[in-house]
């Protein structure tokens, strides 16, 4: 099956257009899809690992765009945007870009950076982001579909970034910080208040399933861990 890319941005000022790298990326043997934003995006990428493109003549739009969709497993973001200042550059790799690349980039060059990053990065995500086995509970994460006692929980994207980074150390506290950087992306202002927050509403949802075989712990101060639930 061929490595899938997806482009967003279809900005006249950028060249060539999105079709022209569309067709270029599809003769040098990828999968290509155009997604018109960035919700359409997040339904694709549900369908397993990829690469996106980003192409926009504004770097903040990028930017917004690279944020929004870097939750999701498997992904690398390269974007393409006129050259800017370093702080521009800076703060596209701080939203999520993997590759920050020139409109007039070799298209040849661009393919052959997307084939190392599936080389690179698919690899990893199978082999270090597996969710541990917990009583009760399945998690696919290719598909973002996650069920509890053979019923399937309806996450949000940050609601199961917190439930995979729990299932990937079961059985062990996984401490404030190191979900905090792991579900967010980085250390964020009031990050410990986020978390509580995300971890009310995981509680929530584990609760409605009835006879839960897993819950979620809370080691005060220290930090949160999933464990087969306790009979009562």
């Known amino acids: 099956m061929a490595d899938r890319v997806l482009i967003l941005g279809e900005q006249d000022g950028c060249a060539p257009t999105a079709g022209a790298l569309a067709d270029q990326l599809a003769q040098s043997g990828f999968a290509v899809e155009r997604v018109a934003d960035t919700r359409a995006a997040a339904e694709r990428l549900l369908a397993g690992p990829c690469a996106l493109v980003v192409r926009s003549d504004s770097v903040r739009q990028a930017a917004e765009a690279c944020a929004a969709l870097r939750w999701a497993a498997g992904l690398s973001i390269f974007a393409i945007v006129p050259e800017g200042s370093a702080a521009n550059v800076t703060g596209l790799f701080d939203a999520g870009a993997d590759c920050v690349l020139p409109p007039d980039i070799d298209r040849r060059e661009l393919a052959a950076r997307l084939r190392a990053s599936f080389r690179l990065a698919v690899p990893q995500v199978a082999e270090q982001h597996a969710p541990q086995p917990v009583a009760g509970l399945e998690v696919d994460e290719r598909r973002h579909r996650v069920t509890v006692g053979g019923r399937q929980l309806s996450l949000t994207p940050t609601e199961f970034r917190l439930l995979v980074a ?67």
Request: proline share 3%; glycine share 8%; aromatic share 6%.
């Open 166 to 232: 729990l299932a990937r150390r079961s059985g062990r506290i996984v401490r404030h910080e190191e979900l905090i950087r792991e579900v967010w992306g980085k250390d964020i202002p009031d990050g410990a208040k986020d978390l509580r927050l995300y971890v009310s509403y995981l509680r929530q949802k584990l609760d409605e399933v009835e006879d839960p075989a897993i819950a979620l712990v809370n080691q005060r101060g220290v930090g949160y861990r999933l464990a087969e639930a306790v009979a009562s």
